[in-house]
């Protein structure tokens, strides 16, 4: 691929990954009810965001956490974020 193809690669990827996320968000929500007012849309916003590799990279490299604490965390948040 050429330089002028990154930002259509890189929108695909994102787009692909944002898909991911409503496929995961309506799993959840299959088995119960989201938070009040939040629209599943929102919910993979907030999925796609947390579970980012910025965010992994930030906590585990930046910050030292070991990758049982991201994981624990990240389950924390995303039950805090999502379920009622």
């Known amino acids: 691929k050429t330089e002028p193809d990154i930002p259509r690669l890189r929108a695909e990827l994102l787009q692909s990954r944002r898909f991911g996320m ?4 309506r799993a959840i929500a299959g088995h119960g009810p989201l938070r009040a007012g939040l629209t599943p849309e929102e919910a993979a916003d907030i999925v796609y965001a947390l579970s980012s590799a910025e965010m ?9 956490w070991p990758g049982e604490a991201y ?3 990240l389950a924390e948040t995303l039950t805090a974020a999502l379920l009622p």
Do not use: E, P, Q, R
Request: hydrophobic share 60%.
């Open 22 to 25: 409503m496929h995961f968000v």
């Open 56 to 64: 992994f990279l930030v906590l585990t490299g930046d910050l030292g």
């Open 71 to 73: 994981s624990a965390w």
